[in-house]
């Protein structure tokens, strides 16, 4: 089954204790890219990747760091987490297409979702 | 500053109504206008995107009209269901998938 699994699916944790929240893929997608949602903000990128050791920032990327080593894989560090870090996180996969091709449906596959609560 | 602004935050219609969500941007660079669908504790999942060398999209229900001079983009949920109730959230992109920006979501309910 195609699918965008991230881990763990919650998580509580205490201000300044690094955190690790991985996102993997089996659909061997280029493109991954992270999101957290907040009430009345709508989703806020907050890494991008376009392909293994390619990595470039999103909206609101401060306090966050990402690694894609393998091309399956995007986890998002959180090295000293805060509680304004308190949000659900999304990960999410794409192929790259063509314009060419764009006729298809190019889309972003979404995780589950990650609630983090940072105390 | 927010790129993409999306109204009204939350929306009722009754079941075979017609449901509409606005949208509007300012980045005259994006090419690529995506709406999501999130139902309650999952990830949100495409459900049509339009381009700007077209005005109107429809799939099924769905459609999404696109105004490029105003540069706004709605979408329109024909004969409304239940089934349909859900968070909604439009977007904007350069189609070389590098950078999103979302609007803030519109809650839809579907009264039966």
């Known amino acids: 089954e195609a699918q965008v699994t991230q881990n763990p699916r919650y998580l509580i944790t205490v201000t300044g204790k690094k955190l690790t929240v991985t996102c993997s893929q089996n659909?061997?997608?280029?493109?991954m890219s992270w999101y957290r949602q907040d009430p009345g903000l709508g989703l806020r990128q907050i890494y991008y990747?376009?392909?293994?050791?390619?990595?470039d920032k999103g909206d609101v990327p401060e306090g966050y760091k990402v690694s894609r080593k393998e091309k399956r894989n995007f986890p998002l560090i959180l090295e000293s987490p805060s509680p304004n870090q308190t949000s659900l996180y999304f990960c999410?996969?794409?192929?790259?297409?063509?314009?060419?091709?764009?006729?298809?449906?190019?889309?972003?596959?979404f995780g589950p979702g990650t609630r983090l609560t940072v105390l | 500053q927010q790129q993409v602004k999306q109204s009204p935050q939350s929306l009722i219609v009754q079941k075979g109504g017609i449901s509409i969500i606005n949208c509007a941007y300012e980045?005259?660079?994006?090419?690529?206008f995506p709406w999501y669908q999130q139902f309650p504790g999952k990830g949100p999942a495409l459900l049509i995107a339009?381009?700007?060398?077209?005005s109107e999209k429809k799939e099924g229900r769905f459609t999404i009209s696109f105004n490029k001079s105003a540069k706004q983009f709605s979408l329109h949920i024909m004969d409304s269901q239940p089934g349909d109730s859900a968070t909604y959230f439009c977007?904007?992109?350069?189609?070389?998938?590098?950078?999103?920006?979302f609007g803030s979501g519109t809650k839809l309910n579907v009264k039966p």
């Open positions: 980045n005259t660079a994006f090419d690529y």
């Open positions: 990747s376009m392909n293994v050791e390619v990595t």
């Open positions: 977007a904007a992109s350069k189609y070389n998938f590098n950078k999103f920006y």
């Open positions: 999410a996969s794409s192929s790259i297409q063509s314009p060419s091709l764009w006729e298809g449906r190019d889309e972003q596959f």
């Open positions: 339009i381009r700007p060398d077209v």
């Open positions: 659909m061997n997608h280029e493109y």
